[in-house]
T-cell receptor, first 111, second 115 residues
Framework: QKEVEQDPGPLSVPEGAIVSLNCTYS??????FMWYRQYSRKGPELLMY????GNKEDGRFTAQVDKSSKYISLFIRDSQPSDSATYLC???????????FGGGTRLMVKP | NAGVMQNPRHLVRRRGQEARLRCSPM?????VYWYRQLPEEGLKFMVY????????ESGMPKERFSAEFPKEGPSILRIQQVVRGDSAAYFC?????????????FGPGTRLTVL
């Protein structure tokens, strides 16, 4: 079993839809949770960074962390074709520690 | 502000040759991390360095791979005697510190192809 599980997709949605992306994990020591966006043949770009459980909102993006269920989510409102990319969840046990990534979910937003 | 810079962006080597990958962190960042992304797989941690020190190399293969981050100049990931299985995208990330709130920012990657 992988330490961080993420549905690879692809997830195809129409423009304007609300997108829900999720990861589950097994290591209860994870404290820091991140979402990265990666366009084809590019480096990962940080979208959201949260510590411990709770919600965080930034523009069209909302990140949720439920440590009791070992489950994190990223919601994208009013999705745009430019949101089409692979979304990677990442987590670490401590600040400055190595990141453990999910395998990524490929999202396609159709005009 | 320049982000994390990596070069070369693409590198082709024949089996048995050496590959040297370079990473210049963001300005003001003194922590560097290397990750590898194999085809159809997620990113896997390799090594974490600060200036002149290796902090965590738990993800580095035991043989042929080494990394350094000298006092002056970029961080170098060195792969000796490359094999076809080393073909992957290698990403460098940097952070300002190792305290809460300072997370890792990634470079564009070096795509290594071993013929």
């Amino acid at each position: 079993q992988k330490e961080v599980e993420q549905d690879p997709g692809p997830l195809s949605v129409p423009e304007g839809a609300i997108v829900s992306l999720n990861c589950t994990y097994s290591n209860s020591a994870f404290q820091y949770f991140m979402w990265y966006r990666q366009y084809s043949r590019k480096g990962p770009e940080l979208l959201m960074y949260t510590y411990s459980s709770g919600n965080k909102e930034d523009g069209r993006f909302t990140a949720q962390v439920d440590k009791s269920s070992k489950y994190i989510s990223l919601f994208i409102r009013d999705s745009q074709p430019s949101d089409s990319a692979t979304y990677l969840c990442a987590m670490s046990e401590g600040a400055g520690n190595m990141l453990t990534f999910g395998g990524g979910t490929r999202l396609m937003v159709k005009p | 502000n320049a982000g994390v810079m990596q070069n070369p962006r693409h590198l082709v080597r024949r089996r048995g040759q050496e590959a040297r990958l370079r990473c210049s962190p963001m300005k003001g960042h003194s922590h560097v991390y290397w990750y590898r992304q194999l085809p159809e797989e997620g990113l896997k941690f390799m090594v974490y360095l600060q200036k002149e020190n290796i902090i965590d190399e738990s993800g580095m293969p035991k043989e042929r791979f080494s990394a350094e981050f000298p006092k002056e100049g970029p961080s170098i990931l060195r792969i000796q005697q490359v094999v076809r299985g080393d073909s992957a995208a290698y990403f460098c990330a940097s952070s300002k510190s190792n305290i809460a709130g300072d997370t890792q920012y990634f470079g564009p990657g070096t795509r290594l192809t071993v013929l």
